[in-house]
T-cell receptor
Framework: DAGITQSPRYKITETGRQVTLMCHQT?????MFWYRQDLGHGLRLIYY???????DKGEVPDGYVVSRSKTENFPLTLESATRSQTSVYFC??????????????FGNGTRLTVT | KQEVTQIPAALSVPEGENLVLNCSFT??????LQWFRQDPGKGLTSLLL?????REQTSGRLNASLDKSSGRSTLYIAASQPGDSATYLC????????????FGAGTILRVKS
């Protein structure tokens, strides 16, 4: 099925561990994004990518690493997980940048708990 | 820095009622504004996108308006149904950084049957 697939849906990890959240889209959209959603903060942009091998920081990038070797994949890695990174993480994509009529499409999210 | 505010934070209405959700933003220099719906445990679904040059967009029972100069948008839902129960978020694309969206905190809507 076309769309965005995030994996895993749920993840529990310990403080200090490295964890990677996966995101795969089948539309061949140029732009991909990682957001985190927390009560009291809403949705905040972590990183985004305009194309393969092009990434840029968002509002809250510290403690996260991204890569985009292929257009369809955009993994997010927490290098050394902290409790403050407990959150719901959403991957999203769009066909072009927001200057143009290009809605944002979201995956179903990964709920990450850091103990 | 662009900020987006949504009022009310929560709303409960009986089925069949027409309702309005409000969104305000602090900087009128935007490319567009999007309204999203989020169901519990799910991602966001784009409902309507209004370009900065447009005044409104319609999709079925939904109508979104944009008054860029005053920094306001409204989402009008006609003849509400229990299936409309969800969180509704608005987001703007600031001209300051066109590849990012700034989201409001959302309005939690409950439509009672």
């Amino acid at each position: 099925d076309a769309g965005i697939t995030q994996s895993p849906r749920y993840k529990i990890t310990e403080t200090g561990r490295q964890v990677t959240l996966m995101c795969h889209q089948t539309w061949s959209h140029s732009y991909m994004f990682w957001y985190r959603q927390d009560l009291g903060h809403g949705l905040r942009l972590i990183y985004y990518s305009a194309a393969a091998d092009i990434t840029d920081k968002g509002e809250v990038p510290d403690g996260y690493v991204v890569s985009r070797s292929k257009t369809e994949n955009f993994p997010l890695t927490l290098e050394s997980a902290t409790r403050s990174q407990t959150s719901v993480y959403f991957c999203a994509s769009s066909e072009s940048n927001f200057r143009i009529d290009s809605p944002l499409h979201f995956g179903n999210g990964t709920r990450l708990t850091v103990t | 820095k662009q900020e987006v505010t949504q009022i009310p934070a929560a709303l409960s209405v009986p089925e069949g009622e027409n309702l309005v959700l409000n969104c305000s933003f602090t900087d009128s220099a935007i490319y567009n504004l999007q309204w999203f719906r989020q169901d519990p445990g799910k991602g966001l679904t784009s409902l309507l996108l209004i370009q900065s040059s447009q005044r409104e967009q319609t999709s079925g029972r939904l109508n979104a308006s944009l008054d860029k100069s005053s920094g306001r948008s409204t989402l009008y839902i006609a003849a509400s149904q229990p299936g409309d129960s969800a969180t509704y978020l608005c987001a703007v694309s600031p001209m300051e950084y066109g590849n990012k969206l700034v989201f409001g905190a959302g309005t939690i809507l409950r439509v009672k049957s």
